[in-house]
């Protein structure tokens, strides 16, 4: 015993009361676990003295058993998608809790039975290592948006702040980032957001919370009125429906009556834009176009469209969590019909706008968003490749063909101005939301 605790507390720095008391109390045990997530290297002097045949002699009873810890290198890099995973509960958030069953390898086991002779078979099966996941994440993209997030929260600070970046020909995911972020090799530490103090006086519940609001993945999980970014929709389904057509006008007064409701426009102050052109109102954001738009489609009709276009389902992005979003429905009344038109009584996730987005400029073509590309066994071969996969067409060639138009000039000469960049060609569209409370 003495030799063998001396060591210990040699070179593990551990006290030699405890181990001790451990001893003394634990007479029948011949398994005590004394430390945990050591590395090689920390072991190394331990295990040299104990293999030296003159001073270690007599160190007997230690071991060590191989376990192995997931690192995220990167730190905090991509870590809403990527998520984390713990001893205790494999994935735990993102693609780690996706693909937690691909990812988790399976233990080998060695067991032994005993024949009429007496003779003893001993048989071995191997473990087998979990599989890799190749995910569609372009580290450049994910760098520039998280770059751009932190840059803007320091000046901005923001209770989320959300950018996706997607290929709009396959629904691959490029770059998912929201704010705050946490470390992935330190999830549960929240020391970043909380003083001291307020950590002190959580109870179990706001610490919970307080998790859950930091590893909520804002792209995926939560909702929002889009506002005006929300237009495109409701031209796309009006041309489509052939209620309006490329260059036909509508007067904006400022406002809109809907009953006894007067609905303003953002130019409402100063009278209105005046008679405007459908691809005008995209680009100076007028609501009384819309919402004229939307009551020629009928409530039926523009809320058939919102479906069709994937609001108020899932995507099935390969994330978990996501959010259905609010729509009417067959309930939507004409009030309704005339706020959704300009993104207001909706809500809606960014998987659904991204992907309604990304149909309605490539032609129509609805793609169910994703951010594994392909799933590989540790030696690399490929066992399953995700691609492209089309939900449903949404629009005409011709339709799309408008609204890249319509979209390009709102950058080039509309509301959205501010994001042209020198060199290419920007299409986009502004968009601000009221909430509750409207003041």
Not at 163 to 192: C, H, Q
Not at 280 to 297: D, F, G, R, T
Request: contains cysteine; hydrophobic residues 30%.
């Amino acid at each position: 015993k003495e030799p063998t605790l001396s060591a210990l507390v040699k070179c593990f720095d551990l006290d030699r009361g405890e181990l001790e008391t451990r001893v003394a109390n634990n007479p029948d045990s011949r398994y005590q676990k004394l430390l945990k997530n050591l590395t090689s290297d920390e072991i190394e002097e331990f295990k040299t003295l104990a293999d030296d045949k003159t001073e270690g002699k007599n160190i007997e009873g230690v071991w060590f058993e191989d376990s192995y810890i997931r690192k995220y290198p990167l730190g905090t890099f991509a870590c809403d998608t990527v998520g984390f995973a713990s001893a205790n509960n494999g994935g735990e958030l993102g693609i780690e809790s996706q693909y937690d069953d691909e990812l988790t390898g399976t233990n080998g086991t060695t067991y032994s039975y005993v024949d009429e002779g007496l003779e003893v078979t001993e048989t071995q099966k191997a473990a087998v290592d979990g599989n890799n996941i190749v995910t569609t994440i372009d580290y450049n993209v994910q760098s520039v948006i998280e770059q751009c997030i932190k840059e803007y929260n320091e000046e901005k600070p923001s209770k989320n702040t959300a950018v996706v970046v997607a290929d709009p020909s396959n629904g691959e995911i490029l770059g998912m980032a929201s704010y705050p972020t946490f470390d992935l090799n330190k999830p549960r530490d929240i020391s970043g957001l909380y003083t001291d103090e307020q950590i002190a006086t959580m109870t179990d519940d706001g610490y919970k919370n307080a998790l859950y609001s930091l590893w909520t993945n804002y792209c995926v999980s939560e909702s929002y009125e889009p506002g005006s970014t929300f237009k495109p929709v409701t031209v796309a389904s009006a041309l489509e429906e052939g209620v309006v057509k490329d260059g036909d006008t509508y007067v904006c007064n400022g406002y809109e009556m809907i009953g006894p409701d007067r609905l303003k426009c953002h130019v409402y102050s100063s009278g209105g834009h005046g008679t405007l052109t459908v691809e005008q109102a995209v680009m100076n954001s007028c609501n009384p176009y819309m919402i004229h738009l939307a009551l020629e489609l009928g409530n039926a009709k523009f809320s058939e469209y919102q479906s069709l276009f994937g609001f108020g389902q899932i995507t099935g992005i390969d994330l978990p969590g996501e959010t259905t979003g609010i729509v009417y429905g067959d309930k939507m009344t004409t009030i309704d019909a005339a706020c959704n038109s300009f993104g207001q009584t909706i809500n809606v996730n960014m998987m659904q706008m991204m992907a309604s987005y990304c149909s309605i400029i490539n032609g129509g073509m609805l793609y169910q968003p994703h951010v594994v590309k392909r799933i590989e066994s540790a030696n690399g071969e490929v066992v399953k490749e995700n691609k492209a996969t089309l939900i449903r067409q949404t629009v005409t060639m011709s339709t799309s063909k408008l609204l890249r138009r319509y979209l390009k000039n709102t950058v080039e000469s509309g509301t959205a101005k501010k994001v042209a960049v020198t060199g290419y060609s920007v299409a986009g569209k502004t968009g601000t939301a009221q909430k509750s409370p409207r003041s």
